[in-house]
């Protein structure tokens, strides 16, 4: 045992030695360092790029055909199942858009933002202007009303990856309104985007002068094109679709405005319907996951992401038993609101056939439901979501099935 | 001279309640004129307070949908590669063998087709409004849209061939989901009305 360990930190100790210097061991026993990467000037001076072996990619849905009848791809996943750490690389950031990848082009020094309504002082800001007043940097996830696991889905980027994680900065929303003046009897905010459609959402006044952000930054940068550029509203643990991109207008209204976007939302069930702001309690373990493979049994870092509308993560929790019980995973970095939240558990996989499972619990004691869960809920037979949409936002647990090869797949049927 | 001073004072006064009520912090950014705003405003709501001068019924629709919109949405409001828009009692079968495509959100079908599902006629006239024809959007005139908004719901048998629709009758149209819906509700730290501790 002793001596094992012994060699064990020689080994370490050698291969920190040959890490430090950048090199490896010929068989001469001389350090020879590795070719240089081949790089063009742009990328070394002007904008980094990752390495060639890098390889994690976005893919388009596979719900539905894509392109389009219309030629345009729809919505675009991340790849969740390469991610460390809770940021979402910009350049992986899952893209929803309203129908159809059509992004405005527009120019920084064009662009203007409006907020009015029943306000004591209509504004109108330029992007200058709004970079003028005190910013905020706050980590929040961002989630589409599509993300909907699927038993047809194979890999947790088709079953969980249209959501994001990102350090947003910009203006706070009720700093603009206090600038304004909401007068008395307003209510909501109807926001609306500059792309062809001007796509428009209604918030609740109270959630606007809460936390929502006027956001002009993406993880240190400017919004990439897809996300905004140059100003989107973030509109923190609310569906997608009230983040309203390529933000250029705002209007403080007395009532609900019904838009489009809000009609496509609504439902008669109260419980649907309060579902459909914001986001309940989730998160998924996305190594092992649907596609990957365990070499073989010892030892293994579960790891997986865990967010809520409801606030900031409190627990996960993990079950090896298709839920009868669970263990608490450890959180890995730090806890934010409405972000994304690394959790992991170390494990010793015994190559046995087995289902893992997360979920999360929030800061208002909110606990992610089984499809099973769900299913009682709406009185429906327990395996009636394994292959119908869940009503509202889809937070269920997703489960993978580990087969004693070590293959990895999909858990819902 | 005194009426100069007066002025003053009243000036003075009125920025004084200004600052009293709610002032601004940082004196950023412009106001805009009444035209930029009209120009810029294109929310229609239920009230139908923002709707614009102009008429139209279905019959005036029926050719500018065949010419504008069936391209896409069917010659009969359905099947076509955009969203259905008119309810048909045999709704059009999946491919043999097929199932019904998952429907991404905001998914129409037959129940949920705009002209039937939104609670509000302004809904409709708006998203003509500010959506339409994909590709030439903002191009048709209010007339247009309030032929077309017509059109829909004609086809839906919301409202008679013959009714007009302007910005005074529009919003009175009751459209049978009217009540069919909730409003969703929000409090900072309100959990969601779902048995939350299974």
Request: proline share 8%.
């Amino acid at each position: 045992m002793d001596s094992k360990k012994a060699s064990r930190r020689k080994f370490i100790k050698s291969g920190a030695a040959a890490a430090a210097v950048g090199a490896i061991q010929s068989a001469s026993g001389q350090a020879q360092a590795p070719a240089p990467v081949k790089r063009s000037l742009k990328d070394e001076v002007a904008y980094g790029e990752r390495s060639q072996y890098v390889n994690s990619i976005r893919i388009a849905v596979t719900d539905r055909p894509s392109p389009d009848e219309f030629g345009l791809t729809f919505h675009v996943l991340t790849p969740l199942q390469d991610s460390v750490g809770i940021i979402t690389p910009s350049a992986l950031h899952f893209v929803g858009t309203h129908r159809g990848a059509i992004v405005p082009d527009i120019k920084p020094g064009d662009y203007r933002f409006l907020l009015h309504g029943m306000v004591d002082r209509p504004l109108e800001f330029t992007l200058e202007e709004l970079k003028r007043f005190p910013s905020v940097s706050r980590i929040h996830f961002l989630e589409c009303l599509g993300n909907r696991s699927r038993a047809e889905h194979k890999t947790v980027q088709q079953t969980t990856g249209l959501t994001s994680c990102t350090e947003w900065t910009g203006v706070l929303l009720s700093v603009l309104l206090k600038e304004v003046g909401v007068q008395k009897g307003a209510n909501w905010v109807v926001s609306e985007g500059s792309e062809e459609v001007k796509g428009a959402g209604s918030i609740p006044l109270a959630k606007a002068m809460d936390d929502c952000i006027v956001a002009y930054g993406q993880n240190g940068e400017a919004l990439r094109p897809q996300n905004g550029f140059p100003v989107r509203l973030i509109v923190p643990g609310f569906e997608g679709i009230y983040n309203t991109k390529w933000l250029r207008r705002m209007k403080v209204v007395d009532k609900y405005y019904m838009t489009y976007n809000d009609y496509g939302h609504i439902s008669k069930d109260p419980k649907v319907a309060a579902l459909n702001l914001r986001w309940g309690p989730k998160s998924v373990i996305t190594f092992p996951s649907g596609g990957q493979k365990l070499p073989g049994r010892g030892f293994y870092n579960i790891t997986g992401l865990a967010w809520s509308g409801g606030g900031a993560v409190k627990k996960v929790e993990i079950s090896f038993d298709g839920g009868h019980t669970w263990k608490e995973a450890e959180i890995r970095g730090d806890v934010h609101s409405f972000a994304h939240t690394r959790f992991g558990m170390n494990w010793k996989w015994d190559g046995q056939e087995c289902v893992i499972m997360s979920r999360c619990i929030d800061e208002l004691g909110q606990v992610q439901p089984t499809r099973e869960q769900v299913s009682k809920v709406y009185n429906k037979p327990p395996d009636y979501y394994h292959d119908h949409g869940i009503p509202g936002s889809d937070n269920s647990v997703v489960p993978w099935k580990i087969a004693s090869d070590g293959s990895v797949h999909n858990g819902i049927a | 001279m005194v009426l100069r001073n007066l002025l003053l004072l009243v000036m003075v006064l009125g920025l004084c309640g200004l600052a009293f009520a709610q002032s601004p912090t940082y004196g950023l950014g412009k106001t805009p004129t009444a035209e930029t705003i009209r120009a810029w405003d294109i929310s229609i709501g239920p009230d139908g307070k923002e709707l614009p001068e102009g008429k139209g019924s279905a019959k005036e629709g029926a050719p500018l949908y065949a010419q504008k919109c069936a391209v896409c949405h069917g010659k009969d409001g359905y099947g076509g590669r955009a969203p259905q828009l008119i309810k048909v009692d045999a709704a059009p079968a999946p491919a043999p063998g097929g199932k019904q495509p998952p429907c991404l959100s905001p998914c129409i079908r037959n129940e949920t087709v705009m002209g039937l599902y939104s609670p509000y006629a302004t809904t409709i006239w708006d998203y003509i409004n500010r959506g339409m024809p994909f590709g030439k959007e903002q191009t048709l005139t209010p007339n247009e849209v309030y032929a077309l908004t017509a059109f829909l719901l004609y086809k839906n048998g919301v409202i008679p061939e013959d009714q007009v629709l302007d910005a005074q009758s529009l919003p009175q149209v009751k459209m049978p989901n009217r009540d069919g819906y909730v409003l969703p509700d929000w409090k900072h730290g309100m959990p969601r009305p779902f048995p939350n501790k299974p």
